[in-house]
């Protein structure tokens, strides 16, 4: 069960560099924006803030983003699809920039497809005789680009029960988006039940351990529920009744 806050953390990369020179750290907001491919909402802002006591200099870039039925992501080369502006900043220490993120690619999208847009802080070239180590910090948002015509829906292809590392027995449950919109599982309800025992979890439940739950078009994605299944508890049946937000 991973928190928005653990995705967040799982897009920080970290290198070792000579120079010398405290931490460094980054905020950046929202960590995810849902834009459409045509009209007003194909475009977003992020604001980066300089958490550190020294100027950074930040740079935009963008990767392409697949998940895979486990939710691990891979990325992949992506073209010019966005316009990121500014594409490079300087933000002085407690300083704020805003990126201006826009979609540029076929406005007649068929199908959603999902970016990561990275901020990247641009190593400085240290003196040769500067010795320690220069934090670099690179943060990742997750960009959903939607069709302007489809509605998601996740159709329960498989459910299950597995021990977590406490020893704690949690329902696990497959979903298939069979539209051309990428799904959030946050954005339903899930209802388990098996026997005697039934549970509802809420969309605020989901998104606090699910994080974005994105469900590519077409893909499955297999998710462990935040709930403890009773050990007299065998096969559980699951439903998800999706409340998507209007784009």
């Known amino acids: 069960m991973r928190s928005w806050r653990t995705v967040l953390a799982s897009l920080a990369f970290v290198y070792s560099m000579s120079s010398l020179g405290p931490a460094l750290a980054l905020t950046v907001l929202p960590v995810q924006i849902e834009l459409v491919a045509v009209g007003d909402k194909n475009r977003a ?15 935009a870039l963008v990767q392409r983003m697949i998940l895979d039925e486990n939710g691990k992501s891979q990325t992949a080369k992506a073209g ?31 199908a959603s497809q999902s970016f990561y847009i990275f901020f990247n802080q641009v190593p400085v070239k ?16 997750i960009a959903n680009v939607a069709p302007a015509r489809g509605t998601p829906s996740l159709q329960v292809v498989a459910t299950g029960v597995v021990v977590d590392k406490g020893g704690k027995r949690r329902p696990t449950m497959t ?9 959030l599982l946050p954005q339903s309800t899930v209802r388990l039940a098996g026997g005697s025992w039934s549970e509802t979890l809420p969309s605020g439940l989901l998104s606090e351990h699910l994080g974005s739950g994105l469900v590519q078009p077409g893909k499955r994605r297999k998710f462990i529920l935040p709930v403890e299944v009773p050990a007299n508890v065998g096969a559980i049946q699951a439903s998800v009744e999706m409340r998507p937000q209007k784009r």
Do not use: C, Y
Not at 83 to 109: C, E, H, K, S, Y
Not at 126 to 141: E, L, N, R, Y
């Open 45 to 59: 802002t992020v604001t980066v803030l300089n958490d550190s006591p020294q100027p950074l200099a930040i740079e």
């Open 80 to 110: 010019d699809e966005f316009l990121l502006m500014p594409p490079m900043a300087l933000i002085p220490p407690g300083g704020t920039q805003n990126f201006r993120v826009q979609w540029l690619g076929d406005p007649m999208l068929e």
């Open 126 to 141: 240290m003196p040769k005789d500067h010795k320690g180590v220069q934090v670099v910090v690179s943060m990742g948002v």
């Open 175 to 183: 979903v298939l988006n069979p539209t051309n919109v990428h799904a």
